[in-house]
């Protein structure tokens, strides 16, 4: 007797329940019934011969067999996106999807260089996530987009991780302040209150490598998730500041605050274009890895 397979359309549903936590969201989203997409899911399990979900309180989580299939689909997903990109190239066309992850901070430069893809590419689907470095890297560790764009990538995933753009990280004051315009040492700030980025994000992350590695400690006031909210407190006096110069926007043109004469400033990682090694970039994603490396050279 033949085994019985999943199918495509089964595959769909189950990762419409794992992606909304729900059976009622993922048929309101597939314009199914309920009882359909409990029969799918029920069909795949007795195919597996593991249950895919658990209850957890009102809410329903993956079991260990459910992130195995779930990862699955994901790489199905690639390959398919893949399939698709080739054979609208090989009519001419160049229709696709493209799904991008991005910090937070790179937020003030990214779209404008997908924006200008989009120009070139208008029949491209977009999909963009932002978030702040723990969020995006959880996203590439479970396979969620096609490309990443991060200052600082994890070391523990298998990746390939390209460098494209500068990123300066730079210690910022109110206008005014008594350093501006002279040459210190961090050391001569550390009793200045600091408002920094949060815990995991890569602002965070450079500031944080730069103390651990030279043993100096900061007074930090605030640890905020917003370098608007960031920004704007420096302006007001609340203290100082190290954040990317991409963030600043024209706030030092307008003489609202200083970039600081630091010495070892600006802190200096690139931005880069990461995805995991075993992805299989489909052709929007390889149009839009070329298109950020050519615009980072120029």
Known sequence: MPRRRITFRQL??????????SFTKAAESLHLTQPAVSLQIRQVVEVIGLPLFEQNGRE??????????LSAVRSLDDIWNRLESNLDALKGLK????????????KYFLPRMLGTFCQRYPEIGIELEIGNRAHIVERL??????????SYPPE??????TPFLDNEHVVIAPAGHWAAGKRVKLADLCGEPFL??????????????????NG???NVRFSLASNEVIRELVISGMGLAVLSRHSLGDSVERGEIAILKVKDFPLRQPWSIVRL????LSLPAQAFMDALLRAGIR
């Open 12 to 21: 769909e549903t189950f990762a419409a329940v794992a992606r909304l936590g």
């Open 60 to 69: 329903i989580a993956l079991t260990a067999a459910g992130e195995e299939l």
């Open 95 to 106: 229709r696709g999807r493209l799904r991008v992850a991005l910090v937070t901070t790179a």
């Open 141 to 150: 560790r479970g396979n969620c987009d096609d490309l990443y764009v991060m």
């Open 156 to 161: 523990d995933i298998d990746i390939v991780s």
């Open 196 to 213: 920094l980025r949060e815990a995991g994000s890569g602002s965070r992350h450079a500031i944080d490598r730069y103390l651990e590695t």
């Open 216 to 218: 100096q400690e900061l």
């Open 277 to 280: 090694r075993s992805k299989v």
